[in-house]
């Protein structure tokens, strides 16, 4: 299985931007899909998760009201619709997927939770 995330670049402040993350390979159905971002010399960061059957969600703090993630299941593909941008969303964001059984909620925030990980796309925030 391999995921490939695209849509990162350069955006003003208080912009848009939408990431999306499609996953390959063998027949793959993911219980959830996640974001997470990192930026140099700091820990990764939960952004958002999608459980697949239900399409339950969950977002971190910094991101609530802001980002929205939704998922295609025929593409299978997981998407972070970003709004209202800050300086302080710039960062490498990751995309995540689970193979297993659909996480407990609490669990959706963990990175021990996903199975598989994209390389990364690089998010700006700058004017």
């Known amino acids: 299985v391999q995921l490939q995330a695209s849509g990162g670049g350069l955006v003003q402040p208080g912009g848009p931007l939408t990431l999306s993350c499609a996953a390959s390979g063998r027949t793959f159905s993911p219980s959830a899909m996640a974001w997470f971002r990192q930026v140099p010399g700091k820990e990764r960061e939960f952004v958002a998760a999608?459980?697949?059957?239900?399409?339950?969600?969950r977002y971190g703090d910094p991101v609530k009201g802001r980002f929205t993630i939704s998922r295609d299941s025929a593409k299978s593909t997981v998407y972070l619709q970003m709004n209202r941008l800050v300086p302080e969303d710039t960062a490498v964001y990751y995309c995540?997927?689970?193979?297993?059984?659909?996480?407990?909620?609490?669990?959706?925030?963990?990175?021990?939770?996903?199975?598989?990980w994209g390389q990364g796309t690089q998010v700006t925030v700058s004017s």
């Open positions: 999608i459980t697949w059957r239900d399409r339950g969600t």
């Open positions: 995540a997927a689970r193979g297993g059984n659909r996480p407990i909620w609490s669990m959706l925030a963990t990175q021990t939770t996903y199975d598989y």
